[in-house]
T-cell receptor, first 112, second 116 residues
């Protein structure tokens, strides 16, 4: 089955700096890659996703890049703010298969 | 908040109790999931239902019993649980199509379960 690895497990940045979280996957059949943000006491919330036919996607301060050849994808947050502090999860799922494989999470701390 | 609701939000139960967790999605999805989230562990998939039919049981102990009466509702019946079952139980839903369109999975807020 698919194996998703996520790094780093914790990340501390100064407000205004950029943050990058990286994930790798093992199954070349995976073609959909969502990212989730989980705040304390809440369920994970989808923040951005990317399909395998696209190399990059942006939504305001958030962007995701995908390298299919190397089987890795990354989340980029620019101009970080204290409210970006949360745990971020990446996931991968193969085409036509209803099972999501999650990374172990990255705890992001944005210091004011 | 998302279109996926879960009740109760917090539950404390003894090892001999029987309780049920409820999930409801208002998004018109046809697939629903139960996940277990323990401290410092990745999300663990427990069950998947597509169009009310169970398509995945990830080797979950029989003390957890899911039920999906329709595409909008999902239950997790709990009995004779162990302290190590204490965790956050998350429900999720998505629209399962043959293509990769519209596959985003949406989560509920979770039920924080403590087994004494």
């Amino acid at each position: 089955g698919e194996n998703v690895e996520q790094h780093p497990s914790t990340l501390s940045v100064q407000e205004g700096d950029s943050a990058v979280i990286k994930c790798t996957y093992s199954d070349s059949a995976s073609n959909y890659f969502p990212w989730y943000k989980q705040e304390l006491g809440k369920g994970p919330q989808l923040i951005i996703d990317i399909r395998s036919n696209v190399g990059e996607k942006k939504d305001q301060r958030i962007a995701v890049t995908l390298n299919k050849t190397a089987k890795h994808f990354s989340l980029h947050i620019t101009e970080t703010q204290p409210e970006d502090s949360a745990v971020y999860f990446c996931a991968a799922t193969p085409y036509n298969f209803n099972k999501f494989y999650f990374g172990s999470g990255t705890k992001l701390n944005v210091k004011p | 908040e998302t279109g996926v609701t879960q009740t109760p939000r917090h539950l404390v139960m003894g090892m001999t109790n029987k309780k049920s967790l409820k999930c409801e999605q208002h998004l018109g999805h046809n697939a629903m999931y139960w996940y277990k989230q323990s401290a410092k562990k990745p999300l663990e998939l427990m069950f998947v239902y597509n169009f009310k039919e169970q398509t995945e049981n990830n080797s979950v102990p029989s003390r957890f019993s899911p039920e999906c009466p329709n595409s909008s509702h999902l239950f997790l019946h709990l009995h004779t649980l162990q302290p190590e079952d204490s965790a956050l139980y998350l429900c999720a839903s998505n629209a399962f199509y043959p293509s990769s369109q519209g596959r985003a999975q949406y989560f509920g807020p979770g039920t924080r379960l403590l087994v004494l």
